[in-house]
């Protein structure tokens, strides 16, 4: 069973000293990051995306940790775009793709392999081009040769995952240019407020109890993770949290997008992570199991619940509900208990007003709440409060990518250093 060190995670100085590359300091500068892309993004000439032809389509290529920002273009350009996106990681390019099309290459160092390729065999098929990069990189040089617009990432840039928000600004706003979503300055600077906001209520300074990140990653240590999306906006949302989960907390989170992942997900409240499954017919009782009330205290514009009889178990209080732990449970005669199955459900603001396909789908995020909560799965939830598209999806990024880094840290690991991968590295070189 992993062990988080709550009192770490109250402990600037310590936190400062595990987390070698400043992780903390880079994600609290999200906000910072959309407004100084704007004014990069403004200087590299973007309007003149909105001079050409619009495009038959767009096709974006991205990897690793900068492969959101295709998720993130496909999510919001899909409802109204009048060409489609789509996403690409590599070669081969599409047959179709030409002169008529644009690329969009996406490499925080403008050297991945993938991302670099694409722009390389798209330039020579002379279809349009948008990089987004360091400035003296091959993407950069392959863009300007073939005439493209090229945008830089500025200074002290170091790791994709941290810096997202540099990557994805000059993107929306080509994409703007062309016509294929709303995503104008003011929208991009609400988004920075609204970053700048979450950075400040999960900054190192604040205490486990209220941080709302520090209390995501405390509930989270002890679980076998699953992240479920309540639409499109949440599933993007989930599938970058199991990312940052994955990559910089080391601990494998499965995700979902409800509708089509409720089956999946609820099956697992079957198998051997739960309170009521994993055990041989007629050792317990097949009544369905009821946990205390649910505490949705603490943080107001994202609201985390637990079940109370979880959280006293854990600060080794009395729990109530019958889906706790064996009292008499020997742990040298029967083994260590195996973790539970945490469920993370990020849900979007509710719709105003409400429609009757809004009311469908919140009915379904009850029904897999109440259903986990009654298996006996620790549940939190995460809300994005009101705001354009890619404000509310700001909400939850901050919110997975700050409590990813706390469960790293929590854990006694450096949240930017991997030594496997670094391994990885040297024997694929």
Same mark, same amino acid.
């Given at each position: 069973?992993?062990?988080?060190? =709550? ?25 910072? $990051? ?48 009048? &060409? ?42 002379? +279809? ?7 400035? !003296?990189?091959?993407?950069? $040089? ?34 703007? $240019? ?11 600077? +609400? ?18 109890? &209220? ?18 999306? !309540? ?39 079957? /198998? ?9 017919? /007629? ?37 109530? /509900? ?32 409400? #429609?009757?396909?809004? &009311? $469908?789908?919140?009915?379904? #995020? ?7 909560? =009654? ?55």
């Amino acid at each position: 069973m992993p062990y988080i060190d =709550e009192a770490l995670l109250d402990d600037e100085n310590e936190l400062a000293r595990k987390d070698s590359r400043e992780t903390l300091r880079a994600l609290a500068s999200a906000g910072a $990051q959309v407004r100084e892309a704007v004014t990069l993004t403004q200087e590299a000439g973007i309007e003149r995306l909105a001079t050409m032809d619009r495009p038959r389509s767009v096709l974006v290529a991205a990897i690793g940790g900068s492969a959101i920002v295709a998720e993130v273009l496909e999510l919001l350009a899909e409802p109204g775009s009048p &060409v489609p996106v789509q996403a690409r990681r590599n070669l081969p390019l599409p047959g179709w793709v030409g002169p008529l099309d644009l690329v969009v290459a996406v490499s925080l160092s403008g050297r991945a392999p993938g991302p670099l390729a694409v722009a390389a065999e798209a330039a020579r098929r002379g +279809a349009m081009l948008l990089t987004v990069g360091a400035d !003296d990189s091959p993407l950069a $040089q392959v863009c300007r040769q073939a005439r493209g617009v090229h945008v830089g990432v500025g200074r002290h840039r170091t790791s994709s995952r941290t810096a997202l928000w540099t990557l994805l600004t000059p993107v929306l706003m080509g994409a703007d $240019q062309l016509g294929l979503l709303e995503a104008p300055v003011t929208t991009l600077e +609400a988004v920075a407020t609204r970053l700048d906001t979450r950075a400040e209520q999960m900054r190192p300074s604040s205490d486990s109890f &209220v941080n709302p990140a520090k209390v995501l990653a405390i509930s989270l240590a002890e679980t076998v993770p699953v992240v479920l999306g !309540d639409g499109p906006l949440g599933g993007v949302a989930a599938a970058r949290a199991s990312s940052m989960l994955a990559r910089t907390a080391r601990v494998p989170a499965t995700f979902g997008e409800l509708p089509d992942a409720a089956s999946g997900i609820v099956a697992c409240f079957d /198998g051997p992570y739960t309170a009521i499954g994993g055990r041989r017919p /007629g050792t317990y009782d097949d009544s369905r199991i009821r946990l205390g009330d649910i505490d949705t205290s603490g943080w107001e514009p994202h609201h985390f619940a637990e079940p109370e009889g979880e959280l006293m178990e854990r600060r080794g209080g009395a729990a109530d /509900g019958g889906g706790e732990s064996d009292i008499f449970a020997d742990p040298y005669l029967d083994g260590p208990s195996p973790p539970r199955l945490g469920l993370l459900m990020l849900r979007d603001a509710p719709t105003e007003p409400a #429609t009757p396909e809004s &009311v $469908q789908a919140e009915a379904l #995020t009850d029904a897999v709440l109440t259903t986990a909560r =009654e298996a006996g799965v620790r549940v939190m939830e995460v809300q994005a409060e009101a705001g354009a598209p890619i404000v509310r999806l700001a909400d939850h990024v901050a919110a997975a990518d700050f409590t990813a880094t706390y469960l790293a840290l929590g854990l006694g690991l450096d949240p930017s250093v991997s030594p496997h991968v670094a391994d990885l590295r040297d024997r694929t070189r």
